[in-house]
């Protein structure tokens, strides 16, 4: 069975910052790229950031370039999500999500997702 299993959310004040893990389980881990979404209330699912499947290469939404980064270890089976300088607009629940089977930005594209954690970030 496959799971996906999300960790690190919690309260920080603006400026600050958080470390999110996936903990991926059930398949050959390093056989799929990850991606990392986030749902705001009342907003649509939207994509944060994206590595293939040996975390040569990562993608960004635009809104959290310079300040987000993706990576992940394959030994761990974890991909990890560090994000500074925190915005109060980066509220939401964040995701993790496996095998992107139509591109990395689409959320409709990836079959397998974890639970959520939620980040909030006070002003």
């Known amino acids: 069975q496959v799971q996906l299993v999300e960790s690190g959310g919690g309260l920080v004040q603006a400026g600050g910052s958080l470390r999110l893990s996936c903990a991926a389980s059930?398949?050959?881990?390093?056989?799929?790229?990850m991606g990392w979404f986030r749902q705001a209330p009342g907003k649509e699912r939207e994509f944060v950031a994206a590595i293939t499947r040996l975390g040569r290469t990562t993608y960004y939404a635009g809104d959290v370039k310079g300040r987000f980064t993706i990576s992940r270890d394959n030994a761990k089976n974890t991909v990890y999500l560090q994000m500074n300088s925190l915005k109060p607009e980066d509220t939401a629940v964040y995701y993790c999500?496996?095998?992107?089977?139509?591109?990395?930005?689409?959320?409709?594209?990836?079959?397998?997702w974890g639970q959520g954690t939620q980040v909030t970030v006070s002003s």
């Open positions: 059930g398949r050959t881990f390093s056989s799929y790229a």
């Open positions: 999500a496996q095998d992107p089977r139509s591109g990395y930005y689409s959320a409709s594209g990836y079959s397998t």
